[in-house]
């Protein structure tokens, strides 16, 4: 059974950084693009980044470019989100999910809430 | 970056009724088009790919329709657990975007 969990989000200032994880299993992680998508309190689904299969191609919304780094251990089953310069409207529940061949998010974690607020 | 509508942004319907709901691209995005249902609280769960392609597991009342910059998702006998939010999503280029979404609730 394909499984993502993730973890690390919680309550940060504004300007602050946090990282999140999401633990993989049930499938072969190595094999799949990885993406995060977010979504804010009462609104809709936002694309955050994603990342190819051996890390070598990733790619961003335009809002958190030079702030967020999407990265992955494939040794450890895991994908990662460091996100640097927090701002208020970050906040929002992130998901880790898993991209199909088809380059679309098949399967989802349940997602992490970060707080961004003084 | 591509950017997506939905129409209608919400419906009331009943146990039974067909539902046609309608995304738009501000661009032609061939049928690199998604589509998902979200219920509150749970993950979104992808219905259809490719514009028309049905997920594994989907049942076959979900379809999804069209190219270029104009799409359909209907439900052709909606039931009581197709109450939900449902969000397109274009990938044909980046950043991916998704639609604003149309809730779909209970007459």
């Known amino acids: 059974e394909v499984q993502l969990v993730e973890s690390g989000g919680g309550l940060v200032q504004p300007g602050g950084s946090l990282r999140l994880s999401c633990a993989a299993s049930g499938f072969t992680f190595s094999s799949y693009w990885m993406s995060w998508v977010r979504q804010a309190p009462g609104k809709g689904l936002e694309w955050v980044a994603n990342?190819?299969?051996?890390?070598?191609?990733?790619y961003y919304v335009d809002s958190v470019k030079g702030r967020f780094t999407i990265s992955r251990d494939n040794a450890k089953n895991s994908l990662y989100l460091q996100m640097n310069s927090l701002r208020a409207e970050d906040t929002a529940v992130y998901y880790c999910?898993?991209?199909?061949?088809?380059?679309?998010?098949?399967?989802w974690g349940q997602g992490t809430l970060v707080t961004v607020s003084s | 970056a591509i950017r997506m509508t939905q129409s209608p942004s919400s419906l009331s319907a009943s146990t039974g009724d067909r539902v046609t709901i309608t995304c738009r691209a501000s661009q032609g995005i061939s049928s690199y088009l998604a589509w998902y249902q979200q219920k509150p609280g749970k993950a979104p769960k992808l219905l259809i790919y490719a514009a028309s392609t049905l997920q594994s597991g989907v049942p076959s009342r979900f379809s999804g329709s069209g190219s270029g910059t104009d799409f359909t998702l209907t439900i052709s006998c909606l039931q009581s657990e197709d109450f939900a939010t449902y969000y397109c999503q274009q990938y044909y280029s980046y950043p991916q975007t998704f639609g604003p979404g149309t809730k779909v609730d209970i007459k």
């Open positions: 990342i190819k299969q051996d890390g070598s191609e990733k």
């Open positions: 999910a898993r991209d199909t061949v088809a380059m679309v998010p098949d399967y």
